[in-house]
């Protein structure tokens, strides 16, 4: 049975804002502009002077706290959605973390407690965010999150968190396949390297964004309105027989 919200916009959960330069704001603001009403999270009091003021300046009547890693946060946020709104249209999952020292030197040298902290937080959170959100979400709609090409290819210093994002991009599926017959699509975005806070947690980032741009098909690096516009276009019905993919936006950097 479809519920209809008195709130006639769409709504979406946007997880992952940083600062105005991170991939979910560019994604935001481009489903601000399509129409939706947002809601924003924030991970603790460190973040939320930085993604409040960002959240406000679109109207975000929600701008909650949320520690992805603790399934109780999560359902908070739930419930505290629920009362606001009837429904969910789009989740923004834009989250990853590993140690700073698993993403250099060897990955045959990543600890067993560094590989479970970046499967858990990188991977196992969209299974988790997911399952949260599904009975705010009876009339479907869109699940998204980020990935890059080190899921699929090796890219030196990205280590664990190229085996983190490939169990993403294998949990989409999944979850597309578990997901359908109630008309939620599932699917990640590849983006380009672009300069963002979590860019800078991996070693000779500059030196990578540089050998990029030469060595695309198109000569040239992406940018974080790219991201956004793909972003939104994959949460709305424009792409609503879009599901379980892994879609790129690099400049044709997956071909070469």
């Not at 009837?86 to 993403?103: G, P, Q, R, S, Y």
Request: proline share 3%; net charge neutral; with cysteine.
């Amino acid at each position: 049975m479809s519920i209809t919200s008195p709130n006639t916009k769409k709504i979406a959960l946007i997880i992952g804002v940083a600062n105005e330069r991170s991939l979910a704001w560019a994604i935001a603001q481009c489903l601000h502009k399509k129409g939706f009403e947002l809601i924003f999270t924030y991970v603790n009091e460190k973040m939320e002077s930085r993604v409040r003021p960002l959240a406000e300046s679109l109207g975000a009547k929600l701008i909650l706290p949320c520690d992805i890693g603790s399934e109780v946060e999560v359902q908070n946020v739930i419930n505290e959605i629920s009362k606001e709104y009837k429904v969910l249209d789009a989740v923004v999952h834009a989250v990853a973390f590993a140690n700073k020292e698993d993403l250099e030197g060897r990955f045959v040298d990543t600890s067993r407690e560094g590989f479970r902290l970046a499967l858990d937080i990188s991977a196992y959170s969209l299974v988790s965010l997911t399952r949260a959100c599904l009975p705010l979400m009876q009339n479907g709609g869109s699940i998204l999150t980020l990935s890059y090409l080190g899921a699929q290819r090796v890219i030196p210093n990205y280590n664990v968190m190229g085996v983190a994002k490939a169990a993403l991009e294998a949990c989409v599926r999944y979850l597309a396949y578990d997901l359908g017959p109630q008309k939620i699509r599932v699917n990640a975005l590849s983006a380009g390297p672009v300069k963002t806070l979590a860019a800078a947690g991996i070693r000779d980032f500059r030196e990578k964004l540089k050998a990029a741009e030469q060595n695309t098909p198109l000569k040239e690096n992406i940018t974080q309105e790219d991201v956004g516009a793909l972003g939104a276009f994959l949460c709305s019905d424009e792409a609503k027989h879009v599901t379980g993919t892994t879609m790129f936006v690099d400049s044709g950097a997956h071909i070469m």
